[in-house]
């Protein structure tokens, strides 16, 4: 009859879309989960969770961080994505997609201004990284995202092997008593094919052998092909194909 509300006894959405979003949303609800959960556990390893304050301590970024916002936002989605289907909850279906939409936004806000600001945020990243580069042995967390990048990217240091000169144990002054003075660590090194063990100590006193060869191919009339070709492959090579006293 006109002016009576009607009434619907079926489901609102068919039931292969609703139990596949239900499905897919514990995926990333579990994996949320199990991100929060590794994240707890570093920071339980670490002592942080015993001592709050010792958060704000760390000089460099600590990597534990992505895995807790990260899981976070994960979590928070799956969970709403996931009761959401399974209820039939237009409420936390409106919020599951509301929030997907503002994290699109925000990426897509984020790439344009990177795009615009280009120069100030290649200044931001140099000093962000020199930054982890002063902290590199404060924390093995930040040590290990550190090598990580310098291996996967065949990099040393945000512009070079010199930048390490910022971190205390790799510095080049005469008061550094550590064995690794002037050198760098050792994912900065090419890793040579026929070794088994990884040297962790290729890396020592690198920058110095550094200098010499260039003070001895300035005076030399001619310089080896391998020199040069190594020296402008980069400093990642040097502690490979080091043949000896070549300054000399």
Request: hydrophobic content about 45%.
């Amino acid at each position: 009859m006109p002016g009576k509300a009607q009434h619907f006894q079926g489901p609102q959405v068919s039931c292969c879309s609703k139990y596949l979003l239900f499905a897919s949303n514990v995926l990333f609800w579990l994996l949320g989960a199990a991100f929060l959960a590794i994240g707890l556990w570093a920071w339980a390893e670490k002592g942080v969770l015993s001592n709050l304050s010792s958060i704000t301590d760390l000089g460099g970024f600590d990597p534990v961080w992505l895995f807790l916002v990260v899981g976070v936002v994960m979590f928070v989605l799956g969970f709403a994505g996931c009761i959401g289907a399974l209820r039939e909850n237009t409420f936390l279906l409106k919020f599951f997609s509301v929030f997907l939409g503002l994290i699109f936004f925000l990426e897509l806000t984020a790439g344009i201004l990177a795009f615009i600001f280009k120069d100030w945020i290649k200044d931001q990243l140099n000093f962000f990284i020199n930054n982890n580069v002063k902290a590199y042995r404060d924390d093995i967390d930040l040590q290990n995202l550190i090598d990580f990048a310098q291996e996967y990217w065949s990099c040393c240091g945000a512009h070079g092997p010199n930048d390490w000169n910022l971190n205390i144990y790799f510095n080049c002054t005469d008061s550094n008593p550590s064995r690794e003075r002037c050198g760098v660590p050792f994912s900065c090194c090419v890793k040579d094919p026929a070794e088994d063990v990884l040297n962790t100590q290729c890396g020592y006193d690198v920058r110095l052998k550094l200098v010499r060869v260039r003070s001895w191919s300035s005076r030399a009339s001619s310089t080896p092909k391998d020199v040069l070709a190594n020296l402008r492959n980069g400093f990642r090579t040097i502690s490979l194909w080091w043949p000896g006293p070549l300054w000399v």
